[in-house]
């Protein structure tokens, strides 16, 4: 089993920066990389950015530009740099832990407010 813990959530204003941070820890070597979804209220979780071995980084279209995803595989971590932020994206971020057939592990989330 794998835990992932998130934290660097907060209240920013619109055209602001925040970073968020994701520790793995257990069952690591399930993994074949780490990313970050998103549940925004009213819509269904969503890929936010996912780094993966042999896949690379990939970003949703709404986000690109914006955000960086950094994993460091020595320190079983995953950063999500986040910046000109929007209004909409306002929401609960999720680190997941990805295994051959997409993210199989979650955090805990954290919440991400944009002030417009």
């Known amino acids: 089993q794998v835990q992932l813990v998130e934290s660097g959530g907060g209240l920013v204003q619109a055209g602001g920066s925040l970073t968020l941070s994701c520790v793995a820890s257990g069952g690591i070597f399930t993994l074949i990389g780490m990313g970050w979804y998103r549940q925004i209220p009213g819509k269904q979780r969503e890929l936010v950015a996912h780094h993966t071995s042999g896949g690379g980084t990939t970003y949703a279209d709404s986000v690109k530009g914006r955000f960086t995803i950094l994993p460091d595989t020595a320190k079983n971590t995953v950063t999500l740099q986040m910046h000109s932020l929007r209004a909409e994206d306002t929401g609960v971020y999720y680190c997941?832990?990805?295994?051959?057939?997409?993210?199989?592990?979650w955090g805990q989330g954290t919440q991400v407010t944009v002030s417009s």
């Open positions: 997941a832990g990805m295994d051959t057939f997409g993210p199989a592990f």
